[in-house]
């Protein structure tokens, strides 16, 4: 039984509610969602007594008005948050480095990376990010439209890479862009982003969603990255106009995995047994074979590190493979220390993203274990100084 003490639910409510919706489910299962239940309200209720906790502590700092201590330059730098709510904010701390908006958001004056409020900065610090994002709605960003692509990123889950890495204005660049997730994610928060790809559907789709979505587009090239990339002069050049990048965030293809034709019991329940390769041309990444892909892929991160401004992100997705007999296919491990090895790059860290939206199939029911891989790691590097 679930513990009265910490029931908050009513259990004959939700049983109402279940008849209602004509499931008949069980008391088990009744038991189960009230617990599910309880446990959220406890949740919200312990993050609650830490926010009521933290504005008690600063109602208690030394605060000053906004307004009378802050300098204009620093006023100007301030992000845009900030300054809508400048005249109701304070500076608290004798540091006075610190400035708190009404609605109780903090604001570090010395933030050199992003305009994030410091709560914001913390959340984003958890190492996984477990989400489940709609498909359909407006919550979806025109998923209807972008999935014509094999495998199109959320949006505003490179919204949420983008903010933390990055001011509003700056760029930020995608030398594989697929149906822009990334550039969807930059118009969503303010940045500017350029974007290439191979296909021309895809860009054409990006644009699509872009249109369905009233967002300005991005600027978006077709053409193969690795060749624009080491060129001296390119599209890529006449974009930027001697500007720097601040983050290249890419979700690059890998070794033919798209292209190989899928075996087991995907393939026995033609769940999605064909093939599905981004494109047929030689040039896409995702048709080479891992030895072949690994060096042209960190060349790719090199010249593109060099477009970085200093102290910028690299920041990039991938999936290992499954193992086999002879190869544990550990590509982000792989990549980790390839990518490491670029001069001037140093790797920070890593996210895994868990995407509750994949499909579980029994894969080697009922002789071995075989994962279903349902996250990806999300690698971040950084330029050094200078180089
Ligand atoms: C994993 S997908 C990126 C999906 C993207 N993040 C999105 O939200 O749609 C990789 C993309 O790289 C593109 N691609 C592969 N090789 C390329 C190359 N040499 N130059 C430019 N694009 C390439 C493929 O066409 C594919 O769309």
């Not at 994610?185 to 644009?207: E, F, V, W």
Request: hydrophobic fraction near 35%; glycine fraction near 6%.
């Amino acid at each position: 039984m679930t513990d009265k003490k910490q029931q908050v639910v009513n259990p004959e409510a939700l049983r109402a509610l279940f008849e209602k919706k004509g499931i008949d489910a069980g008391e088990a299962a009744l038991e189960e969602t009230l617990k599910e239940l309880d446990a959220l309200v406890a949740e919200k209720i312990r993050v609650q007594k830490n926010k009521n906790r933290i504005v008690k502590n600063d109602s208690e700092k030394e605060q000053e008005k906004a307004t009378e201590v802050l300098s204009k330059a620093q006023i100007e730098k301030l992000p845009k948050w900030v300054r809508d709510q400048l005249k109701d904010s304070v500076v608290i701390g004798s540091s006075k480095q610190v400035i708190q908006t009404p609605d109780g958001k903090k604001y570090h004056l010395g933030n050199t990376l992003n305009e994030l409020p410091g709560g914001e900065w913390t959340f984003f610090l958890n190492s996984v990010i477990n989400t489940r994002y709609p498909t359909s709605g407006p919550e979806s960003y025109a998923h209807s439209i972008r999935k014509i692509h094999p495998s199109p990123k959320p949006p505003q889950l490179m919204r949420q890479i983008i903010e933390f890495f990055t001011k509003e204005n700056e760029i930020v660049f995608d030398y594989f862009m697929g149906v822009g997730g990334t550039l969807l994610g930059a118009s969503l928060c303010n940045r500017r982003a350029l974007g290439i790809d191979l296909n021309r559907d895809y860009i054409k789709t990006y644009q699509e969603a872009s249109d369905e979505l009233g967002l300005a587009p991005q600027t978006a090239i077709l053409g193969d990255s690795i060749k624009l990339l080491s060129k001296g002069e390119s599209e890529i050049h006449k974009f930027l106009n001697g500007e720097k990048i601040s983050l290249v965030l890419i979700d690059p293809p890998y070794g033919d995995m798209m292209s190989r034709p899928k075996t087991g019991e995907a393939a026995k329940k033609k769940l999605d047994s064909a093939p599905t390769p981004y494109t047929d041309s030689e040039d896409d990444l995702g048709n080479m074979d891992l030895e072949s892909f690994f060096p042209i892929f960190n060349q790719s991160v090199e010249s593109a590190a060099k477009l970085l401004k200093d102290k910028g992100h690299v920041v990039v997705f991938i999936k290992d493979l499954q193992p086999n007999g002879e190869n544990t296919n550990l590509l982000h491990a792989r990549m980790i220390e390839d990518l490491n090895k670029i001069e001037g790059l140093q790797y920070l860290g890593m996210k895994i993203w868990a995407d509750q939206g994949v499909n579980l199939y029994p894969y080697g029911y009922p002789y071995s274990f075989v994962s279903n891989q349902i996250h990806q790691y999300i690698l971040i590097f950084r330029k050094r100084d200078g180089k």
